[in-house]
């Protein structure tokens, strides 16, 4: 479906063409502090706030594939173990990582590995596949996250407390960057000359 050689490059690739140790631990390191700056970023909405620290993660990997994607989740965690104020909040320091959520940020390592991997097989040119990719990612999140939480509030709570208050924000961030992505490829020139459009599903 994406056997082209164009279909195997990140978007950063397309956008910003070259190669060198230099170029990515640029990327890398922008990639860590976009993070930094979307965690910051709170929508009001109830149960809880919507933050942009979760969209970040997933759309970092996309952008960046999966190699540097991980690698600037870990320079991300890095910064926060320092004390820099990078996470939610300006929250900072490695306590957060024996914390109730330390499991989700373990989980961004693997979530953007994962979604940046899909995105060099092509599956961020597409709403629909994008869509999959960010909610298969939400769940390598999730899915450390949940495990610790458990450890301090027990797993007839963990659910309540620490996945459905967050349903509809990430439903609205799985939303935006499947029709995010797509649309970046399209004024790329991924679908110029015949090539669909990326609301297409052919």
Known sequence: MYGTRK???????????????????????????????LAQI?????????????FGVLLVGALLGSRRGALSMLTYLS?????????????AGASHFAGPTGGYLVGFVAAAWLVGRLAERGWDRRVHT???AMLVGT???????????????GWGQVLQLGLIPFLLGD????????????W???????????????ASHT
């Open 139 to 153: 769940v390598l999140i999730y899915l450390p996250g949940i495990a610790w939480l458990s450890t301090f509030v």
């Open 42 to 54: 709170q929508i009001p909405l109830q149960p809880v706030p919507v933050t942009g620290q979760t």
């Open 130 to 132: 994008t869509a999959l």
């Open 79 to 91: 910064m926060g173990a320092a004390r820099l104020p990078v996470f939610a909040g300006l929250g």
């Open 7 to 37: 279909a195997q490059l990140a978007m950063v690739d397309v956008a910003w063409k070259g190669t060198g140790l230099r170029r990515d631990v640029l990327l890398v390191f922008g990639g860590a502090v976009a993070l930094a700056l």
């Open 171 to 182: 439903l609205l961030k799985l939303l935006l960057a499947a029709l995010a992505l797509p």
């Open 184 to 198: 970046g490829w399209w004024l790329l020139g991924g679908w110029s000359a015949g090539r669909p459009h990326p």
